[in-house]
């Protein structure tokens, strides 16, 4: 079991589907990006710059994107609980899993013009 498997591993089996669905996401999208545990969350960099993080809580699945991520989808996420570079998504409602994979794609898509490659 790696780090991530055994992070997920920790929550109630209803979150840890869902955590296991955006690790999914990330992997699909950035299948290249870095998997550690940072900050004691799940965390992926990608050409050596931050791609995204998440993590599970009791109510909610923290997502965070740094700003660039949260302020292109502003629109979209405004209605979520939301701080500088973090949303939650509260698990008494759906995952917006479209919009974590079009969050990543763009975070990807940023991290690659920045490194050139």
């Given at each position: 079991m790696d780090e991530i498997e055994k992070y997920i591993s920790n929550?109630?089996?209803e979150t840890q589907a869902i955590l296991?669905?955006?690790r999914t996401i990330i992997k699909e999208i950035a299948p290249d990006a870095?998997?550690?545990i940072g900050y004691g969350i799940p965390a992926y960099k990608l050409n050596g710059k931050p791609l995204v993080y998440f993590a599970g809580y009791k109510n909610h699945i923290g997502f965070y994107a740094s700003p660039t991520g949260h302020t292109h989808f502003s629109s979209e996420l405004?209605?979520?609980k939301q701080g500088k570079g973090?949303?939650?998504?509260?698990?008494?409602?759906?995952?917006?899993y479209d919009l974590i994979r079009r969050i990543v794609e763009f975070r990807a898509d940023e991290n690659k013009r920045k490194s050139g490659k």
């Open positions: 929550f109630p089996l296991a669905k955006i870095f998997e550690s405004a209605g979520y973090s949303v939650q998504f509260p698990l008494d409602k759906a995952i917006p």
